[in-house]
């Protein structure tokens, strides 16, 4: 099977780049990830990218020549998809209009529910029963896109922040790969 082209973008620790990473393995899971970038030097995930050897870049994405940087970035490596993966920085809709339809990203809510930041704490805080995570394509609106798929959790009586984020993100690994596998498969 050939496989689609896919770009990750991170800003942080890369746990969902990495159950990603491990994803791709699969002969039948339908992207490689043949792109990496980071809007930070020091985000954690860039290790995995030396790991598995894959390419990488850093781009900050605080101007235009930036941003035609990874547009070509982009153009070069024939990539398909682009998957934000805790990547912390709003894009622009140039970009976003330049690549409608194949950016995902992956939100630790049920959309539309508790969009941006700290949904963990604004998720206790209203005494919630049941939270999870959900994967969407980018529009211009934040957190706002077409919804893929949605992952649900209960939580727990004495649930706490640092839990709840630990149970959702487990819940997001597969969430990001079954969402990907149903966009080129439609199931
Ligand atoms: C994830 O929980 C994701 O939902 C949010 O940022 C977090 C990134 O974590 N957008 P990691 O870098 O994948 O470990």
Not at 25 to 33: E, K, V
Request: hydrophobic content about 40%.
């Amino acid at each position: 099977m050939v496989k689609k082209k896919a770009c990750v973008f991170i800003s942080g620790a890369g746990t969902n780049l990495k159950a990603l990473i491990h994803a791709s393995r699969f002969y039948n899971f339908p992207i490689n990830i043949s792109l990496i970038i980071s809007n930070k030097k020091k985000a954690g995930g860039i290790r995995l990218a030396k790991l598995f050897s894959i390419k990488y870049d850093v781009i900050n994405l605080n101007n235009r020549l930036h941003e035609i940087k990874l547009l070509n970035e982009i153009k070069r490596n024939k990539i398909s998809i682009i998957c934000l993966a805790g990547y912390m920085k709003i894009l622009s809709k140039n970009f976003i209009n330049r690549f409608k339809g194949i950016i995902i990203n992956i939100h630790p809510s049920l959309l539309p529910k508790y969009k941006g930041l700290n949904t963990f704490s604004r998720v206790l805080k209203n005494n919630e029963k049941i939270t999870g995570c959900t994967v969407h394509l980018v529009n211009e609106n934040l957190d706002g896109g077409k919804i893929i798929l949605k992952k649900k959790l209960n939580i727990s009586k004495n649930e706490k922040v640092e839990s709840l984020k630990k149970r959702t993100q487990l819940l997001e690994y597969r969430a990001f790969s079954e969402s990907i596998v149903k966009l080129y498969r439609g199931n």
